[in-house]
């Protein structure tokens, strides 16, 4: 059974409406809820932890409906919100127990685990610090911690990396990818990253202008066939020049950048052409593989 399942999903707020038939189904492992800023992915996420109920369609979270049996569903999942606004008196520890008694857990036990979870998201000696003189990349930590306190099934994560530098950002990714394997917790991450989604992602579901654009395993999206090749040539520019033009009077459509070039087509012949353009100019390859998809192709593609 599917973690989540939607079916014509619909949610309005007054005459403003957020989402117009919205479907798709969420399995395990990680799942990317892809899309631009204001297409929809908070109120997912809302309408999934029993936030909001639906305006029409269906809704399906762990084998129950979110909105009447909130409590049942609740207790099985993990959120952590996109804004960074915590107790800034509080200190961390004490902030991450009391979610993990809010979810049902004793005192006694609540207070092991939030001791646990700050040392798994790196802050075990920062546990007592008040979380106002915390770092962002430390919120979103303590975030982290107490959406997986009470050892939850699915957890929900809203921009995790936001307000992040580069190097923040990948140990981040890298956390989740490990809480998510190591401690076998299902993960619905929202983005509107695309590489981040495709960094650490099995699924994705993308949305835009309030429907679903497209949703399923990330290498079927993708499509498994290849799409072209890209050469990384040992050359200077003019060298690539004469190995794009050669192509080119193939027919084939051809961009180069550098040292490299794009070749776009469907089957081996384009393969053998431009290993065969490389040999007749003479140049040396340093890297000669198939192109396939990437996810912002899938992306802008559904986009139109």
């Given at each position: 059974m599917a973690l989540v399942t939607a079916q014509g999903l619909v949610k309005r707020y007054g005459s403003f409406i957020a989402l117009n038939g919205v479907d798709f189904e969420i399995e395990h492992g990680i799942t990317g809820l892809l899309g631009a800023n204001g297409a929809g992915k908070t109120t997912?996420?809302?309408m999934i932890i029993g936030l909001h109920p639906v305006d029409a369609g269906t809704l399906t979270v762990l084998g129950k409906d979110p909105w009447s049996d909130g409590h049942e569903v609740r207790e099985r999942l993990g959120y952590a919100p996109e804004h960074h606004t915590l107790p800034p008196d509080v200190q961390a520890v004490d902030f991450v127990r009391h979610v993990a008694e809010l979810h049902g857990l004793p005192g006694t036990e609540a207070n092991t685990r939030a001791s646990d979870a700050m040392w798994l998201v790196g802050l075990g000696e920062e546990r007592f610090r008040p979380m106002g003189t915390m770092s962002t990349g430390q919120r979103q930590r303590v975030k982290l911690a107490q959406a997986i306190a009470h050892d939850p099934t699915l957890i929900l994560l809203d921009e995790p990396t936001d307000g992040l530098d580069p190097l923040q950002r990948d140990a981040m990714l890298d956390l989740i990818k490990g809480v998510s394997a190591n401690f076998a917790i299902d993960v619905i991450l929202s983005s509107h990253l695309l590489d981040e989604v495709e960094a650490i992602c099995d699924s994705v579901v993308i949305i835009g202008e309030g429907v679903t654009l497209a949703s399923?395993?990330?290498?079927?999206?993708?499509?498994?066939?290849?799409?072209?090749?890209?050469?990384?040539?040992?050359?200077?520019?003019?060298?690539?020049?004469?190995?794009a033009s050669l192509l080119r009077a193939h027919g084939l459509t051809?961009?180069?950048?550098?040292?490299?070039?794009?070749?776009?087509g469907v089957d081996d012949s384009v393969f053998d052409l431009a290993r065969d353009a490389c040999v007749a100019n003479d140049i040396g390859i340093i890297r000669l593989h198939r192109r396939r998809l990437s996810l912002e192709d899938v992306f802008l593609d559904r986009l139109g």
């Open positions: 997912v996420l809302g399923g395993p990330l290498d079927e999206l993708r499509n498994t066939d290849a799409i072209g090749v890209d050469l990384e040539l040992d050359a200077e520019p003019a060298q690539v020049e004469s190995v051809v961009t180069t950048s550098q040292r490299r070039v794009v070749v776009e």
